[in-house]
């Protein structure tokens, strides 16, 4: 994917609807001809001015503020001018029609901050840390994009990848001199710099794991069997009324979905129908659909009663394997006790009372942990899922290069390995990427961003 030269692009930069203020962002070569037909005269560079805009008749559609930012200095690279109208919406469609009578055509989602990547003006990381301070949906996660759009993430990255370019070009050296290959691939240097590495992979793993937690939070399902307290569980987690709640089983026919914030972790949380045989149809569906959700899950919290002291094992056996399991021992308060959680047992387990809130910030706890989230702190970055699958694939070629050189002594495959970890790497940052990768990065951006 590449900005097609000498095109133009507007849309409208401000949400859909009515707003006090909208804006409106042209970018391209035919940025100062359109505001000489629009405004009159181009603005001065980066000098708000207040100007009438107007149609092809000559007639005032608006009068607004208007922003110019010449190239090369302007979030894409190229000519930019911002036009900030009253926030009606079809206002604001008249004024984009206009900019495109003038040569201009509308925006691709994302195609701002696409041609701010191309242009060399963001990185790869730091045009989609736009679209995700947008989308942060905590003050944690915000902060993290903050930190990844000012270039600290990518900071990270490129470090990593100049250890593995620095201890590639040491092992080459190897390779050029092989009468003294054994004695260079058995020094502690080479050893020094190989743990070096791998410590380093380690950190950025970590760190990277954090930030993909804070952006794409988790998704957790609450199961059990009819009347264990799963809806009066997920009140009491939303904080308010979000499902309903009655003494007759089979209540929650459908997913009833809340979004909560457990100390900056986005917790995306799914009340289901409960487990069990049932003739009615619209029960059977709802089972079916709770089926569908745990095979997704992040996380299941499995809800059982207190007070019926049969055995789990059943109701295990209908969780997908490999999700991971919280069993929470729903209404303490009616068996009299302690909330909390259990001695250390093959699943963990946490008594609670949905009713009361005892032992709730206990499970709160337990699900961080579950998931391997701690709170943010100095330094956490944003991070997407194709990061840590670039990270992991740089990792696993670094991993199989210092198998070859303990096993074989082959410091040419080492060598190879670390050219395969290099491109992996910089994929991240967009240094290496196929057009493909980027269509679907900015595709996902809003219109007009």
């Given amino acids: 994917m590449s900005a097609t030269p000498g095109t133009t692009i507007v849309a409208r930069a401000t949400p859909a609807g009515r707003g006090g203020v909208g804006i409106v962002r042209v970018s391209g070569p035919r940025v100062r001809a359109i505001a000489d037909a629009v405004l009159g005269s181009c603005p001065q560079p980066r000098v708000a001015t207040l100007r009438d805009f107007r149609d092809a008749a000559g ?20 000519d930019v001018l911002e036009l900030q109208a009253h926030g009606g919406p079809v206002l604001l469609d008249m ?3 206009r900019i495109v009578e003038l040569g201009a055509r509308p925006a691709r989602p994302g195609e701002f901050s696409e041609r701010a990547f191309l242009n060399d003006k963001l990185d790869l990381i730091q045009a989609e840390a736009v679209a995700d301070l947008i989308d942060a949906g905590s003050r944690a996660a915000t902060r993290a994009a903050q930190r990844s759009l000012a270039g600290e993430f990518s900071a990270a990255i490129l470090g990593l990848n100049e250890q593995v370019t620095a201890l590639r070009i040491y092992v080459e050296a190897a390779i050029d001199f092989p009468e003294e290959e ?35 939070g988790i998704h957790v399902v609450l199961a059990g069997r009819p009347n264990s307290g799963k809806s009066s569980l997920l009140n009491r987690l939303a904080g ?22 457990i100390d900056g972790l986005p917790v995306h949380i799914v009340d289901t129908a409960g487990l069990r045989e049932t003739s009615d149809v619209i029960e059977q569906e709802g089972v079916r659909r709770t089926r569908g959700q745990l095979a997704v899950a992040d996380l299941a919290l ?38 909390g959680l259990a001695a250390p047992m093959e699943l963990p387990l946490v008594r609670l009372s949905a009713r009361t809130g005892a032992g ?50 082959a410091g040419e495959l080492l060598a190879e390995e670390l050219r395969a970890a290099q491109l992996a790497l910089a994929e991240i940052t967009g240094e290496f990427t196929s ?4 269509g679907e990065i900015f595709g996902r951006f809003c219109i007009g961003k």
Avoid: W
């Fill in 59 to 78: 007639q005032t559609l608006d009068t607004g503020l208007a922003l110019y930012f010449p190239c090369p200095h302007s979030f894409t690279g190229e």
């Fill in 302 to 339: 499995l809800v059982v009663d207190a007070s019926d002291s049969g055995p789990m094992e059943e109701l295990l056996a209908e969780l997908p394997a490999g999700v991971p399991v919280i069993v929470v021992r729903n209404k303490i308060d009616m068996t009299g006790e302690s909330p």
């Fill in 435 to 438: 057009d493909d990768l980027l």
């Fill in 360 to 409: 709730l910030d206990e499970l709160r706890t337990l699900i961080k942990a579950r998931v391997g989230y701690s709170e943010p702190v100095e330094g956490t970055m944003i991070a997407r899922q194709r990061h840590l699958d670039s990270i992991r694939r740089a990792r696993q070629h670094f991993d199989a290069g210092c198998e070859q050189l303990k096993l074989n002594r």
């Fill in 95 to 97: 004024l984009v029609e």
């Fill in 182 to 216: 054994i004695d260079f691939l058995a020094t502690e240097e080479l050893r020094r710099r190989l743990k070096g590495v791998a410590d380093e992979f380690t950190r950025i793993e970590t760190v990277a794991r954090q930030g993909r937690l804070l952006r794409d």
């Fill in 240 to 261: 308010y009324e979000a499902a309903i709640v009655t003494d007759q089983p089979g209540t929650t026919r459908d997913l009833v979905r809340e979004q909560l914030d």
